[in-house]
């Protein structure tokens, strides 16, 4: 028999019931002691899905009252000094307090940094550790979570996070070398194993996605001397978990560390298999992750099962296992729920319950069982109706791919002919000040589209509020004299959700929830056919709010890369065709924009950074379609139309070839957190076009002073041409209020009017 397992499931609840609970709790409504509730009965529920979909080993404490990575830096004591009061005396506020931050009784505690789960749109709090930092077991969460689901009658395999992957994420606050406290963490791990091997355990299962990076020697020696220091104690067996991608140069490393078994990516890097069987040591297990725990589609049995047949045929029934390619935490949980999906669009889909439905039946025809016929022959049929669908396969637009002009992602122009072109027809100030899109969504804005959403508010009526809206948004910003207006993005819900809505090929569910960070979960889109643009999507705004001004006023579009990043995109076509798509469905929006007469337009492209591969070796190939699908998007316009793009939050310094190969006229980007570390790179690099580097950090309510603007842009100043500066807040002001932004905006306005009248402007 076949063993199936589960790597992790998602924990927010269908309804999103913890998110719920969490916030209750948090805004002082609900004790401790019911959220606690909550998430044993989640996890209760959770476990018994699992094992009635057919999982023989779920896991268990892949459950988190906020994040994982948290969780290990709890249990393990490594608290930073100054929330240790806190933990010390209320361990759950103090857990939350690291979090989110603590604000009370005069205490003010700021919260652990933020960042990406790998290649995931999941944020982990990045632990803070210290040179000759401690470590010892806090509290028991992995013995209780599995002592719990023992006494509902289910055997689970705790998760860990593995030691080198947890330094790996970690930072230290001194610049201290991460991996010199390997040797102080090891006890503790080795002390919590043998805990979970008295509390009965027989498995562990040990993350460790940093196997699929490309790893410095240090980090390889790490990996060699923590597995050699846990093989020896008392302790369950390990099953030692990489995923996110092929093991590729760390495969035999990680065959060569003395584990018990192995858990393999091969939906990400199916092709590794055969090295990995023949690299596998005699005695270990493999448990083959063949159903995508990353995307929605439902799984090509057939093709996973002939994986599958070879792994056995090696293997034999006792060595392999099958499960997903990761932890499921990264899908929403249940397809049934879904009511108001088509039938069919529904059928070619599998949320996280779904997917473990799968996984069972490629055990069940492992096992030669007959009842997997029927599974398997309904799957094929469901590949095929895909396949064949005409909702997914529009020939025109293949076709109008293929008949493109080789230079159609160039402009008409180098950047010199078109800034010349664009000056006469602007005929903007030095310094020229903007905004990057959104203005604030006020109560009132959200709670006019709730209630234009179920027919509460006419269409009229909503329409006649956004106008209204934007108008005194347009009169503000002509007040306080900042040069290139934006509409303020009123009628948006969502940067991504706005135009799916608006384009053939999407489709969007009720309840697909997938956590980002903590309480805060989002709905990706579903790019589930040729994208199509049936007509103009932001053509009327733009033009009514131009209408109300003379002054210039910037068109607003999301990039391709951003829809394709913050969706769930089909998986019968490369990434890389399905954003050349969307690509020219959004052309033809730049140049509709172009026609109202809108001579400056914005193309976002805030996931561009976020979408570079785990492994160095193919950035490359992904900033070459990245670039190139941008560059379709804006090459449609005239030298004088001037193209805009935004970036934000993420670390440009090692792609800046590439955002300046994008070859937007100007582009905003973050740099006021950072205190315009991002310049550094134009020391050597020489951006060529215009550049707005963001003056103040929109995320805080704190509203700097005009003079530490004017101190930021002198520093702008410093490494670029006078003549290339934009000045402009470092992202959309959407989630800020009115008082903070008005306050902010004007001294934006006076600083850069400081710069134009200084000295400096006449070099
Ligand atoms: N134009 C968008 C806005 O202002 C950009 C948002 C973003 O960068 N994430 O809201
Ligand atoms: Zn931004």
Redesign the pocket.
């Known amino acids: 028999m076949t063993l199936t397992t589960n790597l992790g499931f998602p924990r927010i609840g269908a309804r999103r019931e913890l998110k719920h609970a969490l916030e209750s709790h948090w805004r002082g409504d609900t004790p401790a002691a019911d959220l606690q509730a909550t998430a044993r009965e989640l996890r209760a529920r959770h476990w018994a899905l699992q094992r009635e979909s057919g999982i023989d080993l779920p896991p268990s404490n892949d459950f988190s009252l906020y994040d994982q990575v948290l969780d290990t830096a709890f249990l393990f004591d490594a608290i930073p000094q100054r929330y240790r009061a806190l933990a010390d005396a209320d361990p759950l506020a103090g857990y939350f307090a690291l979090a989110r931050g603590y604000q009370r009784d005069g205490i003010d505690l700021h919260a652990l940094e933020m960042t990406k789960w790998f290649d995931t749109n999941y944020h982990y709090l990045v632990p803070e550790l210290e040179a000759g930092q401690r470590f010892a077991l806090r509290g028991d969460k992995p013995v209780a979570e599995y002592l719990e689901a023992k006494a509902l009658g289910i055997d689970t395999r705790p998760v860990l996070i593995g030691p080198v992957t947890f330094l790996w994420l970690a930072k230290t606050v001194d610049d201290s070398d991460r991996f010199a406290l390997l040797e102080h963490l090891l006890p503790a791990y080795a002390q919590l194993l043998e805990k979970l091997h008295i509390a009965g355990a027989q498995w562990v299962q040990i993350d460790e996605p940093a196997l699929v990076l490309d790893l410095p020697e240090a980090s390889r020696a790490a990996f060699r001397k923590a597995y050699a220091a846990l093989a020896d104690g008392v302790r369950p067996k390990l099953l030692l978990a990489g995923y996110f991608g092929g093991l590729g140069d760390n495969l035999e490393l990680a065959a060569s560390l003395p584990v018990d078994g192995m858990h393999v990516d091969l939906v990400r890097a199916p092709e590794e298999l055969e090295t990995v069987l023949a690299t596998l040591p005699d005695d270990r297990v493999l448990s083959a992750g063949l159903v995508d725990g990353r995307n929605i589609w439902r799984t090509r049995l057939d093709n996973a099962l002939l994986l599958a047949r070879y792994a056995r045929t090696r293997l034999g029934d006792e060595r392999l296992w099958l499960a997903p390619s990761c932890s499921l935490l990264h899908v929403p949980v249940d397809l049934d729920g879904e009511k108001s999906l088509d039938a069919e669009l529904k059928s070619w889909l599998s949320f996280a319950k779904q997917k473990l439905g799968e996984i069972r039946v490629l055990a069940n025809a492992l096992d030669g069982r007959e009842d997997a016929e029927a599974a398997l022959e309904d799957a094929r049929a469901r590949i095929e109706s895909r396949k064949a669908s005409p909702r997914v396969h529009r020939p025109e637009v293949a076709a109008r791919l293929a008949s493109l002009a080789a230079d159609a992602d160039r402009r008409q122009s180098p950047y010199p002919v078109r800034r010349r072109a664009q000056d006469a027809a602007l005929d903007l100030p030095p310094y020229p000040t903007t905004t ?1 899109g959104s203005f604030p969504q006020t109560h009132e804005v959200r709670e006019a589209r709730a209630k234009f959403k179920s027919g509460k508010l006419s269409e009229a009526d909503y329409e006649a509020f956004l106008e209204t809206e934007t108008e005194k948004c347009v009169r503000y910003q002509e007040r306080i004299g900042i040069d290139v207006l934006v509409h303020g993005e009123f009628e948006r819900n969502d940067m991504v959700e706005y135009f799916g809505e608006q384009l053939d090929g999407f489709a969007f569910t009720k309840l697909g929830w997938v956590q980002s960070y903590g309480s805060r979960c989002v709905k990706p889109p579903i790019i589930f056919g040729d994208v199509v643009r049936p007509a103009p999507m932001t053509v009327r705004w733009s033009r009514f709010a131009q209408s109300l001004t003379a002054l210039p006023m910037k068109g607003m579009l999301t990039g391709p890369v951003t829809v394709l990043q913050w969706s769930f995109v089909r998986d019968d076509q490369p990434r890389a065709d399905t954003c050349r798509q969307i690509a020219l469905a959004l052309r033809d929006e730049v140049t509709d924009l172009e026609a109202a007469g809108i001579g400056i337009i914005q193309i976002d492209e ?1 996931a561009l950074r976020e979408g570079l591969p785990l492994r160095r070796a193919q950035w490359q190939a992904y900033l070459d379609w990245a670039v190139h699908s941008f560059r379709l998007t804006a090459s449609g316009v005239g030298d004088a139309t001037q193209i805009h793009t ?1 970036m ?1 939050y993420s670390e440009f310094n090692d792609i800046i070839e590439a955002v300046a190969a994008m070859d937007a006229d100007v582009i905003s980007i ?1 740099t006021s957190r950072s205190r315009m570390e991002l310049l550094d790179a134009f020391v050597t690099f020489r951006y060529p076009n215009g550049i707005g580097p963001g003056v103040y950090d929109i995320h805080s309510p704190r509203i700097p002073t005009t003079a530490e603007m004017v101190e930021l842009l002198g520093k702008a100043r410093a490494v670029l041409a006078p003549e290339q500066v934009w000045v402009n807040p470092d ?2 002001l959407k989630t800020r209020g009115w008082a903070e932004t008005g306050a902010a905006l004007e001294r934006m306005v006076e600083a850069a009017r400081a710069l134009r009248g200084s000295s400096a402007l006449a070099t």
Do not use: Q, S
Request: aromatic share 0%.
């Open positions: 990057i805030p935004h934000c973050e992202c959309g």
